[in-house]
């Protein structure tokens, strides 16, 4: 069975600090990780994707996460933050035995002090 | 193109009511997956179309749930009848075909058992 530990359920940042949100999987078998982003009132929208290629990703908004197999981790960063950063992000892994199902993190909610 | 649409936003009803919640998918995604999120709880997958037919209805609570995909275009999900424990935002997601794709999220309906 897979799982994802999200360690923090808040961080707290300042605007122009370095963000790292932290992600770590459980997974039998090679995993797709993918990192999404809810805005207060709004879906879950995509930041970035990990599908075997590599293992650096980048994604939207200045933001990208590094797939490091022997430490089975999937942290997200950003060099700076921005205040309209402000958001819950979600960690999540899926494979194709699971027919590509999401297992979610509890999530991480990102404060950017002005 | 046309994001993934959910219908009503919120939803607010007496225990022992029924409701129905609806997905659009995005056009020509045959994938459709129902997620939901309890308060402070984790995102859980609940169940997996392919097209019309279910591919995984592992995560549904129990049998007062019902999922429909009529003709593999729109999705309903019936909650008959509706209990206390069924409040929290119930998300829709969809993809195409292929290894790893990529889910495509709604803005989720909010439904609030009284």
């Known amino acids: 069975a897979q799982s994802v530990t999200q360690l923090g359920s808040h961080v707290s940042v300042s605007e122009g600090a370095l963000v790292l949100l932290r992600c770590n999987y459980s997974s039998s078998v090679p995993p797709y990780l993918f990192w999404y982003v809810q805005y207060p009132n709004q879906g879950l929208q995509l930041l970035l994707k990990?599908?075997?290629?590599?293992?650096l990703v980048k994604g939207i908004n200045g933001f990208e996460a590094e797939f490091k197999k022997s430490e089975t981790s999937f942290h997200l960063t950003k060099p700076s933050a921005h205040m309209s950063d402000a958001a819950e992000y979600f960690c999540a892994v899926s494979d194709r035995g699971s027919n590509y199902k999401l297992t979610f993190g509890k999530g991480t909610l990102l404060t950017v002090n002005p | 193109e046309a994001g993934v649409t959910q219908f009503p936003s919120h939803s607010v009803i007496e225990k022992g009511q029924t409701v129905t919640l609806r997905c659009d998918p995005i056009?020509?995604?045959?994938?459709l997956y129902w997620y939901r999120r309890v308060m402070g709880k984790e995102i859980k997958f609940l169940l997996h179309f392919v097209k019309e037919s279910k591919q995984d209805e592992s995560g549904m609570p129990n049998n007062r749930f019902l999922a429909e995909r009529t003709g593999g275009t729109y999705s309903t999900l019936k909650v008959q009848p509706a209990e206390l424990e069924d409040s929290g935002v119930y998300f829709c997601a969809s993809s195409p075909s292929g290894t790893g794709q990529p889910q495509h999220f709604g803005d989720g309906t909010r439904l609030s058992i009284l």
């Open positions: 056009s020509g995604h045959d994938n």
């Open positions: 990990y599908t075997s290629a590599a293992t």
